[in-house]
């Protein structure tokens, strides 16, 4: 018989301490208003903001903004890092069987993703969300003008994003 205690439970218990400190972290950054359910989409930085108008396509000038996207299967909250946790638009999810991508040869690819709506103060709005990317399209009632905001991926957040952007009220 072997007298040598085996690795096994040892490696085991690392595992579960290395998975629990990562738990642990990612509750740290989970915002406090944020019901149980929701699952952690992805963190994404603002890299466009255009107006179309009459078919002209405008830029428009933009602030460095971070995003925090979460869902629970009925519903997108999209926080804005800059403006604190409180600050989040919810999206009713109409489609969430993926998002139509276009190629640069024009065809288009469906990838996994989810689109939603929300009509709160009297706009149109919808979200597009995939691993990559996230899109917002603003539509003014009764205006002949589209806000695209497009925002791409990032692996994590600035340790302290309020350190370095001034809080934005919520629109």
């Given at each position: 018989?072997?007298?040598?205690?085996?690795i096994l439970?040892?490696?085991?218990?690392?595992?579960?301490?290395?998975?629990?400190?990562?738990?642990?972290?990612?509750?740290?950054?989970?915002?406090?208003?944020?019901?149980?359910?929701?699952?952690?989409?992805?963190?994404?930085?603002?890299?466009?903001?255009?107006?179309?108008?009459?078919?002209?396509?405008?830029?428009?000038?933009?602030?460095?903004?971070?995003?925090?996207?979460?869902?629970?299967?009925?519903?997108?909250?999209?926080?804005?890092?800059?403006?604190?946790?409180?600050?989040?638009?919810?999206?009713?999810?109409?489609?969430?069987?993926?998002?139509?991508?276009?190629?640069?040869?024009?065809?288009?690819?469906?990838?996994?993703?989810?689109?939603?709506?929300?009509?709160?103060?009297?706009?149109?709005?919808?979200?597009?969300?995939?691993?990559?990317?996230?899109?917002?399209?603003?539509?003014?009632?009764?205006?002949?003008?589209v806000l695209?905001?497009?925002?791409?991926?990032?692996?994590?957040?600035?340790?302290?994003?309020?350190?370095?952007?001034?809080?934005?009220?919520?629109?």
């Open positions: 018989m072997n007298s040598k205690p085996s439970p040892r490696l085991i218990l690392t595992l579960c301490l290395v998975m629990l400190s990562s738990a642990l972290r990612a509750d740290e950054q989970r915002p406090k208003n944020l019901p149980d359910g929701y699952r952690f989409i992805g963190n994404y930085k603002l890299n466009s903001k255009m107006m179309v108008e009459r078919g002209d396509t405008m830029p428009v000038t933009i602030s460095p903004l971070l995003y925090s996207v979460y869902s629970d299967g009925i519903a997108v909250r999209v926080y804005c890092i800059a403006a604190g946790d409180e600050s989040y638009s919810t999206y009713d999810i109409y489609r969430s069987d993926g998002v139509g991508v276009a190629r640069k040869s024009g065809e288009i690819d469906i990838v996994a993703g989810v689109q939603g709506f929300s009509t709160k103060g009297d706009m149109v709005r919808q979200i597009s969300v995939t691993r990559k990317s996230l899109t917002l399209v603003k539509m003014p009632p009764r205006s002949h003008r695209i905001t497009r925002a791409i991926a990032i692996k994590a957040l600035p340790a302290t994003p309020s350190a370095k952007q001034p809080a934005i009220p919520r629109r």
